[in-house]
């Protein structure tokens, strides 16, 4: 944070506790313009609000101790708590930013895996609402974003730091939020199937069983690569996708179609292509 920054964000800090509070805190906050409170003393008092939930006090108090005291001990803890106090508070985009900002200004910190859940969880949270899967809304048919984000920053956490105590429950929630991303993947090979577009639909299809290993919706999967195969010519193929479907789960894909189509040596050859390259996000 700049210097310039510090004097603005101490007075935004000071109106925003100020704002909500009685004057004896307004009494406080004027200690911390002054100099007079503690970094510590100021860290208990953001920490008292969060803990009962007054996140956007608790929020200013922390600002207002940054502002104060960048290079306390207690001053790391606070930009933490920041990040949780932003998500209480229902403020994605602010509780990501203070994730972000404090991981860049701290790369080697031990709670940088904290930052990296933390930021999973906003995405997560962020994914359909338990309204909308009560009611049943077709989420395969909408591009999951949020979803995919939230997959892809539990499985930088996983791997980056492994034994993470926030490993177990990233991983929990990524088994919950593979199957809608493998049903994407399927309702968007099913869109190019019906289009003709049988080499980018067997590109999704793969693309599906290669990330999202478990998921129930590959069983879908390999009934689109099955019927994609047998629409270009290639029985064998087809027979392969058949095959594993009858290993893995028990039961015989539908009949291969009498259609055949010709296909161009340099179409096929593009099968191998990334499944996500120019995707229509119906």
Known sequence: MSAFLKPILLTASVTIVVAGCASSTADFMRNIVEGVSTPEEIYAAGSEALAEGRYGIAVGY?????????????????????????????????????????????????????????????????????????FNSDLSVRPPQDTLLAYTTFQELLRRFPESAYAPDAQQRMIFMRNRL????????????????????????????????????????????EEAYSLLGMPDLAADAQRVSEINFGFDLRPQPDTRVEVLELEVADAAQSPNTNDPES
């Open 62 to 134: 922390y600002q207002a101790l940054e502002a104060r005291y960048p290079f306390a001990n207690v001053t790391r803890q606070a930009q933490l708590d920041m990040v949780f106090a932003h998500y209480q508070a229902r403020q994605p985009e602010s509780a990501i930013d203070a994730a972000e900002e404090f991981e860049a200004e701290n790369p080697t910190h031990p709670r940088v895996d904290y930052c990296i859940y933390m930021k999973g969880l906003v995405y997560f949270d962020q994914a359909p609402s338990f309204l909308e899967r009560t």
């Open 182 to 225: 493998a049903a994407y993947e399927n309702h968007v090979a099913n869109y190019y199937i019906e289009r003709g577009a049988y080499v980018a639909a067997i590109n999704r299809a793969k693309f599906s069983l290669e990330h999202y290993p478990g998921a129930p919706a590959i069983q879908e999967s390999l009934i689109i690569l």
